[in-house]
């Protein structure tokens, strides 16, 4: 995956499509809002993936893992969420 900042979105019971959704938002508003933050032109890449915990694991260092691995699965999509 590119390096780049990271954040984390932590979020109590939600489902998979509502996970996906609430991914696609989230790359959705950053990358309409940074450029215009920073006060100039800016190539924005947003990269999300997500986890469940439960099923993808169910500590915090797996969950990570697994949102990791999402995204990067993503990558080749550019613009689905993981």
Same mark, same amino acid.
Do not use: H, N
């Given at each position: 995956?590119?390096?780049? *900042?990271?954040?984390?979105? +932590?979020?109590?019971?939600? %489902?998979?499509?509502?996970?996906? =959704?609430?991914? &696609?938002?989230?790359? $959705? ?5 940074? /450029? &215009? +933050?920073l006060d100039?032109?800016?190539?924005? *890449?947003?990269?999300? %993936?997500?986890a469940t915990y439960?099923? &993808? ?8 893992? =697994?949102?990791?691995?999402?995204? $990067?699965?993503?990558? /080749?999509?550019?613009?689905?969420? =993981?």
């Amino acid at each position: 995956m590119p390096e780049g *900042d990271s954040f984390s979105v +932590f979020v109590k019971s939600m %489902g998979r499509e509502q996970r996906v =959704a609430l991914l &696609e938002r989230l790359r $959705t508003a950053v990358a309409a809002e940074l /450029p &215009e +933050f920073l006060d100039k032109t800016a190539v924005v *890449d947003v990269i999300a %993936g997500g986890a469940t915990y439960g099923v &993808e694991g169910s500590e915090a260092g797996a969950l990570v893992q =697994a949102a990791r691995t999402a995204a $990067t699965l993503a990558l /080749p999509q550019r613009g689905r969420a =993981a």
